[in-house]
């Protein structure tokens, strides 16, 4: 594993650039493909202050409903907001919403479900129990409630997703953790007298993590469609504020005369999750190689 | 004896999640801040009128008696009332629910009839170009906002073509058929990818079996194969999957709704929430709930139907 135990701090970052190299060119084109992608939209997103032309919220009534081209490269709508503006600060919302969305709950789905599996027993059973419940609650009734609880906006999803989307992940880090218990190394690190603690954090983790992340590459795509679609029948973002799914709801009336105010920030959408599928697809065939499996 | 042992326990298992659900629902809406009648009235009514309403609604007992009666109302049918909409909550999801269910049968049947030849095809020949460009398709198709895929469908079969109808639910049977088209493809753009995965990869394993060698030893034509031996082991992995994304299913059923304007239980759900019609919601969450696990429990029962080897491994 170390091979860079050789002191000198340039050795070192030598070591670790043709680490960083091999482990690049050991990807599968999807796998490059989808990084490099999803690399420049969130950069899009993070430079969006500078890379908008115009401010996402300004409306200009002498330029309402052009048709792309010219200064406004998407087009406007029909209070002459720059749609191009408009998609570029809704990546960095939707993109960021959907990271969390996504990998909080992975983090202690995970470790509970990694936990869960290596105890087994009363705690398994109870993470078994509420994972099977969890899968069969009918998501978006959730959100609702909470909504007419606290109202609408992005809270209410993440306090449902995070209560409910951990399960998921517990349940894949159970079930591969159950495989893993039995195998050698961990009889190895059990005779070696290592706490529980040690044992699945260090030695079982990095061998049960490789679904979740799969899954999670799905899973971000899925949050990313629940946040927009949400924001599309108005619970979720509320306008004026850029995001693709209410975007999408803003241009729905004028869509004969303006295709433009819909359909783009909804490509913006297919283009982050065709560049999430090709990373989640890329990952399942290299985990699968790693360990032996059919690519 | 096994088969209807095997259909009690999984009935029994279902309860859970009803329970789960209703006690969400319920607990969720006594931390409305304020008073939730006065809310959902909006403040028009006087002290008196107020109190009236929590007496007929039962709303000033205990919360473990307003919680216990309401699942025993709900299990003889009775879902409570709603305010805004002065009826009986069961009565307005009956009124609502022959959309909902339309739309998912036909979100369904149309996934399944595209994914099938599909991923028959792809599992052919795994690594053609055939195969790439299904699994490229795809992705594609699972990364589009089903309620712009929805809209985009309107404009160019609706609106341009002038071919299928783009709202409401239509009159009689074929009408019914006719209008939910559409609302049944958008839903097959996100739930057709996730069935040519599966069942792609449950033939390619049900095609490496041996009895499939033996198959093509004693001379059955290549097709018979595919159709008889593999694709009937390949389709039950599959129902789990469909199965397991029954929720997401009906959740975005619930989006698609408002897109086609169908007169559906989401369109209601989605409209419960804007007045805040608390008793609605509460009842409108139990039925998504129900009709989430009977789905779930129709696809269990036909895997352990199927496949006795379930049956065998019951306690």
Redesign the interface.
């Known amino acids: 594993m170390s091979t860079v135990a050789a002191g000198e701090e340039g050795v070192m970052a030598a070591g670790l650039g043709r680490r960083l190299a091999r482990e690049v060119a050991s990807w599968s084109v999807t796998l490059k493909l989808g990084a490099v992608l999803l690399a420049l939209i969130a950069l899009a997103a993070l430079m969006a202050p500078w890379i908008a032309p115009f401010d996402p919220e300004a409306q200009d009534y002498d330029a309402i409903l052009l048709p792309p081209g010219g200064v406004h490269l998407f087009g406007t709508d029909n209070v002459g907001r720059d749609i191009f503006s408009r998609v570029l600060y809704a990546a960095r919302l939707d993109l960021s919403a959907g990271f969390a969305l996504t990998f909080v709950p992975m983090i202690y789905g995970v470790l509970i479900g990694a936990y869960a599996g290596y105890r087994g027993g009363l705690v398994d059973a109870v993470v078994g129990?509420i994972a099977?419940?969890a899968?069969?609650?009918?998501?978006?009734?959730?959100i609702?409630?909470?909504?007419?609880?606290?109202g609408p906006g992005i809270d209410a999803i993440y306090i449902s997703v995070f209560l409910l989307a951990w399960t998921m992940y517990a349940r894949l880090a159970r079930a591969d953790m159950m495989v893993e218990r039995a195998k050698d190394y961990m009889l190895a690190a059990r005779v070696l007298g290592f706490s529980t603690k040690r044992i699945v954090l260090r030695h079982g983790l990095p061998n049960v993590v490789g679904s979740s992340l799969v899954f999670a590459m799905?899973d971000f795509?899925?949050n990313i469609?629940?946040l927009?679609?949400?924001s599309?029948?108005?619970?979720g973002i509320q306008p004026p504020t850029p995001e693709?799914?209410a975007m999408?709801?803003e241009g729905?009336e004028f869509?004969?005369e303006a295709?433009w105010i819909?359909?783009l920030p909804?490509l913006a959408?297919?283009?982050?999750?065709?560049a999430?599928?090709?990373i989640g697809?890329g990952l399942a065939r290299r985990f699968s190689d790693r360990h032996g499996g059919p690519a | 004896m096994k088969a209807l042992r095997y259909i009690l326990l999984r009935l029994l298992?279902?309860l859970?999640?009803l329970i789960?659900?209703t006690l969400?629902?319920f607990l969720?809406?006594q931390?409305?801040p304020g008073d939730p009648v006065r809310i959902m009235t909006h403040g028009r009514l006087g002290d008196a009128e107020v109190e009236a309403i929590y007496e007929r609604l039962g709303m000033n007992r205990p919360l473990a008696v307003q919680y216990g009666s309401f699942l025993v109302n709900a299990a003889t049918g009775d879902l409570g009332e709603s305010i805004i909409q002065n009826a009986p909550v069961a009565d307005l999801v009956a009124e609502k629910v022959t959309p909902t269910l339309w739309l998912l049968g036909m979100g369904t049947l149309l996934s399944v009839l595209i994914a099938l030849p599909l991923a028959l095809f792809a599992a052919a020949r795994p690594d053609s170009a055939f195969d790439h460009a299904v699994?490229a398709a795809g992705?594609?198709g699972?990364?589009?906002?089903?309620?712009?895929i929805g809209?985009?469908l309107?404009?160019t079969f609706g609106?341009e073509l002038g071919w299928l109808p783009i709202s409401g639910f239509g009159a009689g049977w074929w009408g019914h058929v006719v209008h939910m088209i559409l609302p049944g493809l958008t839903i097959a753009f996100f739930l057709a990818p996730i069935l040519v995965q599966s069942l792609r990869a449950s033939l390619l394993d049900a095609l490496a079996a041996d009895h499939i060698e033996v198959a093509r030893a004693r001379g059955i034509p290549e097709w018979r194969i595919y159709l008889k031996h593999a694709l009937r082991n390949a389709l039950l992995p599959t129902l789990t999957v469909l199965a397991?994304n029954?929720?997401?299913l009906?959740?975005?059923a619930?989006?698609i709704e408002?897109v086609f304007a169908l007169p559906g239980l989401g369109s209601l759900?989605?409209r419960?929430?804007?007045y805040?019609d608390?008793p609605l919601?509460q009842g409108?969450?139990l039925v998504?709930?129900v009709?989430?696990?009977a789905i779930?429990l129709v696809a269990d029962l036909s895997y352990g139907l199927v496949d006795r080897r379930v049956l065998r491994k019951l306690p």
Do not use: C, E
Request: hydrophobic fraction near 65%; charged fraction near 5%.
């Open positions: 129990g099977n419940v899968i069969a609650f009918p998501f978006l009734v959730m609702v409630v909470v909504v007419a609880v606290i799905s795509v899925l469609l629940l927009s679609g949400l599309f029948i108005g619970l693709w799914g999408i709801a729905k869509i004969l295709w819909s359909t909804g959408v297919v283009l982050t999750g065709t999430l599928s090709l697809d | 298992g279902t859970p999640v789960g659900v969400f629902t969720a809406i931390f409305v699994r992705m594609l699972f990364a589009m906002p089903p309620f712009w809209l985009l309107i404009v609106l397991v029954v929720s997401w009906v959740s975005g619930v989006v408002s759900l989605v419960s929430v804007g805040r608390y919601i409108l969450a998504f709930a009709i989430v696990v779930n």
